[in-house]
C-alpha cells in the first residue's frame, strides 16, 4: 500500500495546490467555474476520444469488461432502491437528500480516474479509462437524472428531456464517437492525433486543480450519517462490486485493475450541478465529494495495493 500512496501522492497533492489556490483568492470564483467547464467540454473529451479511436483492444475483454462494470454500478443501483424506505427512516432523509446520497455512491469522478491511470498504468491504459467512460457514463446519467426527477424539489424531466441531456453529454459524445471510429476502423491521421494530444495535455494537471477549488473541507468535516454511508459506499463498496462481476465475467490483468480503479474513485463534481439544478440537497453532495475525495488518497492506495 505504501508504495501505491507514495505512486498516487502527486495526484492528490496537485488537488490541495487548488484548494490553497482557491482559498487564498487569487483566482476568482468564477474563473475556476471556466475552468472546470473547459476540462469538461473540451480537454478531457479530447483524450477520451483519441485515446479509444487510436487504441489497440485486440487483446482486451472490451464486452466482458464493459458488461461487469455496467453490472457493478446496476448492483449499486438495485441497493439503494431496496433500501430506499429504510434509508429513509433511519437517517430521517427527506426526497432530496435520498437523490444526493444516490448521487454520491453510484457517479465517479473521471478526472480523478483519468489523471491516476497514466500514473499507475502508463499512458496506453488511458483507453480502458475512455471504455470504461463509454460504459458507465450514459447509464449513469440516465439513472440519477431519473433518480433526482422523481425524488428531487426541482424539475421533473420527461422522457425526451431525459435523452436530450444524455446526448449532449461531452463524455457521453467522445467514448462512443471513440467506439464507433473503432468499430469503423477508420484510421487515425497523424495530424489529428497530434492536435487532441496538444488540447489534452494540458488536461490532467488543470482538472485536479479545479477539483481542489471544489473541495469544501469545513462542510465536511461536520459529516453526518449520509455523507459517511455515501463515502463508504463508493470508495469501498463499489470496487468490490466491480471486482466480482469481473471475476464473474473472466476479465483479469490491466483491465480488470482499471476497472475496480474506475470503480473506486470518488463520486463526479457534476453530481452538485445537478443536483442544484434539478433539486437536490447541493451542499451534501459538496460535503460527499469532499469527504470522498480526502478519503480517497487512502482508500485507492489500499484497493490498488490488493490488486497487486
Avoid at 429513509?88 to 480523478?112: K, Y
Avoid at 424531466?157 to 476502423?185: D, Y
Avoid at 470496487?239 to 480488470?256: D, I, K, N
Amino acid at each position: 500500500m505504501t508504495q501505491s500512496f507514495i505512486a498516487l501522492l502527486p495526484v492528490f497533492i496537485v488537488i490541495l495546490v487548488g484548494y490553497g489556490l482557491r482559498r487564498s483568492g487569487l483566482i476568482a470564483e468564477e474563473h475556476w467555474t471556466a475552468v472546470d467547464h473547459v476540462c469538461y467540454y473540451v480537454l478531457f473529451p479530447a483524450i477520451i476520444f483519441k485515446e479509444i479511436a487510436a487504441a489497440d483492444f485486440s487483446n482486451v475483454p472490451v464486452w466482458s469488461m464493459a458488461l461487469a462494470m455496467i453490472l457493478g454500478i446496476t448492483t449499486m443501483f438495485a441497493l439503494l432502491l431496496a433500501l430506499r424506505r429504510p434509508l429513509i427512516a433511519t437517517m430521517d432523509l427527506n426526497g432530496p437528500q435520498f437523490s444526493s446520497l444516490f448521487q454520491g455512491a453510484t457517479r465517479w469522478h473521471t478526472f480523478i480516474a483519468l489523471a491516476i491511470i497514466p500514473i499507475y498504468f502508463g499512458q496506453p491504459a488511458l483507453a480502458l479509462g475512455g471504455l470504461s467512460a463509454a460504459a458507465m457514463t450514459p447509464l449513469l446519467n440516465i439513472v440519477n437524472v431519473w433518480v433526482i426527477s422523481v425524488h428531487g424539489s426541482g424539475i421533473k424531466l420527461n422522457a425526451r428531456a431525459m435523452a436530450l441531456s444524455i446526448l449532449k453529454n461531452p463524455f457521453v459524445l467522445s467514448s462512443v464517437g471513440g467506439v464507433v471510429w473503432q468499430l469503423l476502423h477508420l484510421p487515425m491521421p497523424v495530424m489529428g492525433v497530434q492536435v487532441l494530444d496538444m488540447i489534452g495535455k494540458g488536461a490532467l494537471g488543470l482538472a485536479l486543480l479545479a477539483v481542489g477549488a471544489g473541495l469544501r473541507i469545513d462542510e465536511a468535516l461536520s459529516t453526518k450519517g449520509p455523507v459517511l454511508l455515501a463515502t463508504f459506499l463508493k470508495l469501498l463498496a463499489m470496487p468490490v462490486f466491480m471486482a466480482v462481476w469481473l471475476w464473474v465475467l473472466g476479465v483479469s490483468g490491466e483491465a480488470a485493475a482499471v476497472a475496480i480503479l474506475c470503480g473506486a474513485v470518488p463520486t463526479g463534481s457534476g453530481a452538485y450541478v445537478l443536483a442544484k439544478h434539478m433539486g437536490g440537497d447541493a451542499p451534501m453532495i459538496a460535503s460527499i465529494l469532499t469527504l470522498q475525495v480526502i478519503c480517497a488518497a487512502v482508500t485507492i492506495p489500499f484497493v490498488l495495493s490488493l490488486l497487486g
